[in-house]
């Protein structure tokens, strides 16, 4: 089928750039909102004038199927939580309050007498609390929060499908309960007394992603119940630039996510380096020959990626940094027997046996080997007071294992001639998919119970800077003391 330009292709680059102008107008004096504003709209405009061209449905039955993809998309983001219609899990504790500061109070949110400024990655909010705001209503705002979750996931759900030759549902479901095998892992510890109670795997209610204290690999479905407004924008862009074949906007939509999803940019930058270097060259010899890297430098000088990297990257970091706790980061301090079980049983259960099992197909894909050393390294690292890094850097790299899984069980020549190993990859995503059952199972018997939202609890230290000696609020924020 003949590529074509696809309408959902412009969505999500409007998915991407809205949160940030909606940001730079809600929260950026007059000269800066000036500035951004021309500078974002002119680098939009190149953005839409070469747009990808992707599969684009051409009959009714394309049409429908897509249709009911949407409403899969809908009934999964509605089990989440997202809208706080049936059962919240601990984090959304948090953003409730997030959200509701977002949606009730002037930007930027500054509260304790104008102390604290909330300093957060707020950009997945940004859109559904305009519209909370606009009919001055917390529950549309809800509402809204739902259709721009669904929208995120039905274009990542879109991408992949572009990327294969048949459309089917096979790879929606894989994506959705795509997961580690956590299940196998926790059954290996349960005789351990801190696995007991909590992780226990045969619990249908348990959270089996900490069945290894201190590090974890979320599955498809806890990220999205748990941390949705750092995962479905780090889950469109890296979908977006897997299929991006120009460089003069990569930067630009890269810069997008700071403030929706920090530490999944930080998790991505492997990947984009290599996309950067890929993009006009086919042969893997050739991509770090001095030529060949001049030429990529080149080719992403253009007002799009300037404006990301002179204004949106800056202004982010200027927000996000005066965050109290993201100051804090380092190597996580390990014990060499610690070292050798994270390597091997964690590693093992969490990406390893999948890695193995799709060798054959992504020997010579350079994305298979960014994937290794992304879970080989990440979990190694922290930012902030928890493990944060290890799960949401790591998110990105997630995308794209499940994107190859999903690529080489399509593989026919594979499926035919290497029957064992198809076999043995089937089997691991089933006992992976334990972990989002669980997940399932939590909200539907909770639900059941009468149990929806969340009881705030929003800590100062995660989410808040300091007013006092804050370059954002000094120079670039519209709140002046």
């Known amino acids: 089928m003949e590529n074509k330009t696809s309408l959902f292709v412009k969505i999500g680059y409007v998915y991407l750039i809205l949160p940030v102008i909606v940001f730079i107008i809600g929260y950026c004096n007059l000269p800066v909102m000036i500035l951004g504003g021309v500078l974002i709209s002119i680098s939009s405009y190149f953005v839409f004038k070469n747009p990808l061209k992707l ?21 999964w983001v509605y089990s989440s939580g997202i809208g706080a219609l049936v059962f919240q899990n601990f984090d959304h504790n948090c953003r409730n309050p997030i959200f509701e500061l977002l949606t009730t109070q002037d930007w930027p949110v500054v509260i304790a007498d104008n102390k604290l400024i909330l300093t957060y990655y707020t950009g997945f909010w940004m859109v559904p609390a305009v519209i909370g705001k606009l009919f001055q209503s917390i529950d549309i705002g809800y509402y809204a929060q739902i259709i721009w979750a669904s929208i995120g996931v039905f274009l990542v759900f879109y991408f992949i499908l572009a990327s294969l030759k048949k459309k089917n549902y096979i790879p929606i479901v894989i994506f959705i309960f795509f997961s580690g095998m956590d ?3 926790a059954s290996i510890l349960q005789n351990f007394a801190e696995y007991n109670s909590v992780y226990n795997p045969n619990n249908i209610v348990s959270h089996l992603e900490w069945w290894f204290p201190g590090f974890q690999f979320s599955s498809m479905t806890t990220q999205l119940y748990w941390v949705f ?4 924008p780090a889950w469109v862009l890296t979908m977006l630039l897997y299929h991006n074949k120009n460089n003069k906007n990569i930067i630009f939509l890269y810069s997008c996510i700071l403030l929706c999803s920090t530490l999944p940019a930080i998790g991505i930058f492997p990947f984009v380096a290599f996309w950067c270097l890929k993009n006009g060259e086919e042969d893997l010899k050739k991509l770090l020959t001095k030529e060949h890297i001049k030429n990529s430098i080149k080719s992403a000088l253009s007002i799009e990626n300037l404006t990301g990297i002179i204004f949106i990257l800056p ?5 996000l940094s005066n965050n109290l706790s993201g100051g804090t980061m380092g190597m996580v301090p390990l014990t060499f027997s610690r070292v050798a079980c994270v390597l091997y049983l964690f590693f093992m ?10 060798f054959k197909l992504n020997k010579y894909n350079p994305l298979y080997y960014i994937c290794l050393i992304c879970f080989l390294f990440y979990p190694f690292y922290y930012i902030g007071h928890s493990v944060d890094f290890c799960m949401r850097a790591t998110i ?22 290497n029957k064992k190993l198809y076999a043995a990859l089937i089997i691991c995503l089933v006992i992976g998919a334990i972990t989002p059952l669980h997940e399932i199972a939590r909200t539907v018997i909770n639900t059941s119970k009468g149990i929806t939202k969340a009881q705030p609890d929003l800590s ?5 800077g300091t007013v006092e000696n804050n370059n954002f609020v000094k120079y670039i924020s519209k709140f002046k003391q």
């Open 55 to 75: 599969w684009k449905p051409e009959n009714k039955k394309q049409k429908l199927f897509l249709a009911s993809v949407f409403l899969i998309s809908l009934i």
């Open 183 to 185: 299940y196998l892992g």
């Open 229 to 232: 407004n750092q995962a479905i």
């Open 315 to 319: 202004v982010a970091y200027m927000y």
């Open 349 to 358: 259960m969490e990406a390893g046996f999948y890695l193995f099992f799709i």
């Open 396 to 417: 990105p790299a997630l995308v794209i294992l499940a994107l190859l899984i999903i690529q080489t069980l399509e593989n026919e020549d594979f499926k035919t001639q």
């Open 460 to 464: 100062i230290e995660n989410f808040f």
